[in-house]
């Protein structure tokens, strides 16, 4: 987890959103915001915050559904989430943990209070396998810096192209569609040119080709499956 985490606000009231944003800037965390379901969960793909504070009721849709979503992906399955309940009711809570949320917190709350459940939740994520290198052969994926090397040498990669070797990486040898891919690293809401994916494996592969050892083509470990889509071999032959 990097020394300043970032912490997603999801609430619709403006006044709750800045009140948490002052008491995170004074505990040291950054934050960014979203005031619907469908925004945050744009947010919370593109960026991957460290945990998202998540209001229960938002207009466009329920922050528990939400939560479900999210806990039910496996691009954001791992992102600690705190739900913002003004409900009080056993059942409220019991259906928030079992949808997998990591805590609640009942309005009207301290920001002493929510800060405390905030480090707690985040010291329990803390060495969750999401921030562990991932290693094939000499390169190495570094979800805590968000760098990508080659025999400890750097690999210049966009973010979008990031997205999509974590998802190839942690997933080797599984061939996915082209549909699956888009789910999974862009949203399931996002909408995109037919070719777009390809026009990003080929961006991926051109960095790592530039990157690739005498030994092995990591550009080729990038396969494209004759109608099926791609595979992330950990094969060099």
């Given at each position: 987890m990097s020394q300043e985490p970032t912490v997603l606000i999801v609430d619709d009231?403006?006044?709750?959103?800045d009140m948490i944003n002052i008491?995170?800037?004074t505990a040291g965390f950054k934050s960014t915001m979203a005031e619907t379901a469908l925004d945050a969960h744009v947010n919370i793909?593109?960026?991957r915050p460290d945990l998202v504070l998540l209001d229960w009721m938002l207009p466009g849709?329920?922050?528990i559904d939400?939560?479900?979503r999210l806990k039910r992906e496996e691009l954001t399955a791992e992102i600690p989430i705190i739900m913002l309940t003004a409900k009080t009711s056993e059942d409220n809570k019991v259906q928030g943990l079992d949808v997998g949320v990591d805590d609640y917190i009942t309005k009207p709350f301290?920001?002493?209070e929510l800060i405390a459940r905030i480090k707690a939740v985040l010291r329990r994520s803390t060495g969750n396998h999401r921030d562990k290198p991932i290693r094939v052969f000499d390169l190495e994926l570094d979800p805590a810096s968000h760098r990508v090397?080659?025999?400890s040498k750097a690999v210049d990669i966009g973010p979008t192209e990031y997205r999509l070797l974590h998802f190839f990486m942690t997933h080797p040898e599984k061939v996915f569609s082209r549909d699956h891919i888009q789910d999974q690293v862009w949203g399931a809401n996002v909408y995109l040119e037919e070719r777009t994916v390809d026009v990003h494996i080929g961006r991926l592969r051109k960095a790592l080709t530039a990157a690739?050892?005498?030994s092995i083509n990591y550009a080729g470990l990038v396969q494209t499956v004759r109608g099926a889509g791609y595979r992330f071999s950990t094969r060099s032959d």
């Open positions: 009231e403006a006044a709750i959103r008491a995170l800037d793909v593109d960026n849709g329920s922050g939400l939560a479900r301290s920001p002493r090397s080659v025999d690739s050892a005498d």
